[in-house]
């Protein structure tokens, strides 16, 4: 085995996690987390050939290999037959890397691409890790977890399904299962609260600020119960001020419904303060300022949300496999941190009165901040970039 010092060879590491960003992310979190740890590590990631990870990882630094992938069809179809061809050539691509890199360990964060690669890590008896961003188990990760030697989960309820019936396998009692929470930017949890901040948005640091979110490319339904609320939130403007990010397809509708509820504030006091952009690229300032969030489930957004400790109202996204997003949302209401609005029961009356019985019940409010802080695991990259050298390039 290697060590961190002294290293004649540094130790190679391939990464792979595709199809969205909440896959893609983690994994250059990840990687970023060793590079910190060594900055002579080789990290290599393997991914799908002109998918979005071949974009963001080469930005990211990091070399990039592509191979042929597919996404399996949810019902049988003449569809199975090309997919199938695409996840074999995949395979043999992967088998392929695997014998030129010779890698320690192959770390995968879930998407069907990256099943080809563990695979061929396993198959060329090589130890392979995963990452599990929610509070169900995703397909690939699913299958993999049969042969994984670590598994790092998001939410403490995954541990029972990491650790015993789903993942047999005779190698079982070395198997490393931690809660680490998942790998987020430093920045999103470092970043403090400043009056020029406040200034910069338009926001007053003496009202409660709601961030309302619906990922990158915004939520429909929540922008819509948010222009609904306009009129009833405007009746607390004194206490509370809005940052939204809208996502680009309804910015321009939703911009000009804030700005409609401006012109009949009657008073400077009854106007209701608010930013709203299609994204903010530095959503670390918005998070540092933010007081409650109005936003979908995801494991990426639950995670930065806690990491940040900040009461939130869930919107999870329906229908979604897994229904991972109502999973992770009912995970951390549970632990009462946040509240969860299913998107069939979303009104702007709801919606209103989740938001002023948090903001106005100051004594509740800090209970809802202290538990958020207490799930949130903002060191998750460095602690799972320490497990992975000390558990497989460490020497003993």
């Known amino acids: 085995m290697r060590t961190l010092s002294g290293l004649q060879t540094p130790p190679t590491i391939v990464m792979s996690g595709g199809g969205t960003g909440g896959h893609i992310y ?66 043999s691509q992967s088998l392929r890397y695997m014998k030129q890199l010779k890698p320690d360990i192959v770390i995968g964060t879930g998407g069907y691409v990256s099943g080809p690669v563990l695979f061929a890590g396993a198959l060329r008896k090589i130890p392979i890790a995963i990452q599990e961003q929610n509070a169900s188990v995703g397909l690939t990760n699913g299958i993999l977890a049969r042969w994984a030697k670590a598994v790092y989960l998001a939410l403490e309820p995954m541990k029972a399904w990491a650790g015993t019936r789903h993942c047999p396998y005779k190698g079982a009692s070395t198997r490393i299962v931690e809660v680490t929470g998942n790998p987020i930017r430093p920045a999103i949890s470092a970043s403090p609260r400043r009056e020029a901040t406040y200034s910069k948005f338009g926001l007053s640091p003496n009202r409660k600020t709601v961030f309302v979110m619906g990922g990158s490319q915004g939520a429909r339904a929540i922008n819509e119960a948010m222009v609904a609320a306009l009129p009833q939130l405007t009746a607390f403007a004194d206490r509370l001020q809005v940052v939204h990010q809208t996502g680009a397809a309804d910015a321009e509708a939703v911009q000009a419904a804030y700005q409609a509820q401006h012109k009949v504030s009657a008073t400077s006091e009854k106007k209701l303060l ?37 009461p939130a109202i869930f919107i999870p996204l329906p229908a979604q496999t897994g229904n991972n997003q109502v999973l992770n949302a009912q995970t951390i209401a549970s632990a009462g941190a946040a509240v969860v609005l299913e998107q069939h029961i979303l009104t702007a009356d709801a919606l209103v009165e989740h938001l002023v019985r948090i903001t106005m019940n100051e004594k509740m409010y800090q209970q809802m901040v202290s538990k958020s802080r207490a799930l949130g695991k903002p060191r998750a990259s460095d602690d799972i970039a320490q497990s992975i050298y000390s558990s497989f390039l460490a020497e003993n």
């Open 274 to 310: 608010s930013r709203v952009q299609p994204f903010f690229d530095a959503v670390e300032e918005v998070y540092s300022i933010a007081d409650v969030m109005v936003c979908r489930a995801g494991g990426m957004t639950v995670s930065e949300v806690t990491a940040c400790g900040i």
């Open 26 to 91: 983690p994994a250059i979190g990840i990687a970023q987390a060793l590079r910190r740890l060594d900055e002579t590590v080789d990290i290599v990631f393997i991914g799908g050939d002109g998918r979005l990870e071949s974009t963001l990882v080469p930005q990211h630094g990091f070399r990039f290999l592509p191979i042929s992938v597919a996404g399996f069809p949810r019902r049988l179809t003449l569809q199975w037959f090309p997919v199938i061809w695409k996840v074999c050539r995949g395979l």
